[in-house]
């Protein structure tokens, strides 16, 4: 299912982590795209603290994984932005986080044959100066996002 849903504070970009930080645990994988600024950052950040993450969470661009221990499970943070071949991201030890904990991928493309089918998939833009976010999921999550 896909759902589209306003942006039009951050306040509404945290009442949607709050939403779905409850819904994670370990297995669970999120992957976020959209342009620079649209978002991503920010709502990880959100969600991270809805996961008791006390560490300050940023940008994995640069280094493609940051994980964080501090909260309720691994929360593992991913950009695959520049890799190259799926071995690389086996060789980072991907399937091993997914299983221990809850797993936010930027730039999933690379990864899209082995993520799990519930993955929940977020693609953040902008209609003119609002922001939205689309949410797509596999059907038996619809019910979630109604
Ligand atoms: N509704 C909103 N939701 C999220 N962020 C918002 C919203 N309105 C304004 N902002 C601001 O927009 C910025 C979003 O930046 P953020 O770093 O999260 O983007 P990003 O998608 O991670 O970009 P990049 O691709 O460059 O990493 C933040 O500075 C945030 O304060
Ligand atoms: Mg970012």
């Avoid at 991913?78 to 936010?104: A, F, N, P, Q, V």
Wanted: charge should be negative; hydrophobic fraction near 40%.
């Amino acid at each position: 299912m896909s759902k589209k849903i306003d942006l039009k504070t951050e306040q509404d970009t945290i009442d949607l982590a709050h939403y779905i930080a409850p819904l994670l645990g370990p297995g669970s994988v999120v992957t976020l795209s959209g342009d620079l600024g649209s978002g991503k950052t920010f709502f990880v950040k959100a969600l991270g603290s809805f996961l008791g993450i006390t560490e300050e969470i940023d940008s994995p661009s640069f280094v493609l994984l940051k994980e964080y221990h501090s909260g309720i499970y691994p929360l593992y943070h991913m950009d695959l932005y520049r890799l190259k071949r799926e071995e690389e991201l086996l060789d980072l030890g991907i399937l091993d986080m997914i299983e221990s904990g809850i797993t936010i991928i930027e730039w999933p493309r690379l990864a899209q044959e082995i993520l799990p089918y519930e993955t929940i998939s977020l693609e953040f833009g902008f209609e003119g100066s609002n922001r939205y976010v689309r949410v797509n999921t596999e059907e038996s999550l619809k019910e979630l996002f109604e």
